[in-house]
């Protein structure tokens, strides 16, 4: 079973930056597309940006030109460099990737953007 854990969230000034981590229990993530996703209180869902195994990526229109995901497949890590934050950017936000199987999500970390 892969565990994967979140990290790097936390409390910062309407244009500030954070950069979250995902760290796999193994490196079965290397060979899959690595979702971010987040949801604020009340809201859905939002899929905020995705890498491939191949190292292409993909944004929400609302984080374009402000966040980068990237992957380290020798640490097992994806990550997402959050710039430029907004108050609407506050929200948990989770890693998750899927296999033909089975679906693998972290426990999330909280963003908070706020002054």
């Known amino acids: 079973q892969v565990q994967l854990v979140e990290s790097g969230g936390g409390l910062v000034q309407p244009g500030g930056s954070l950069r979250l981590s995902c760290a796999a229990s193994?490196?079965?993530?290397?060979?899959?597309?690595v979702n971010w996703i987040r949801q604020a209180p009340g809201e859905q869902r939002e899929l905020v940006a995705t890498i491939t195994s191949g190292g292409t990526k993909d944004y929400a229109d609302s984080v374009k030109g402000r966040f980068n995901i990237s992957r380290d497949n020798a640490k097992n890590t994806v990550y997402l460099q959050m710039n430029s934050l907004k108050p609407e950017d506050t929200a948990v936000y989770y890693c998750n990737f899927r296999t033909i199987v089975n679906t693998y999500w972290g426990q999330g970390t909280q963003v908070t953007v706020s002054s």
């Open positions: 193994g490196s079965i993530i290397n060979s899959y597309s």
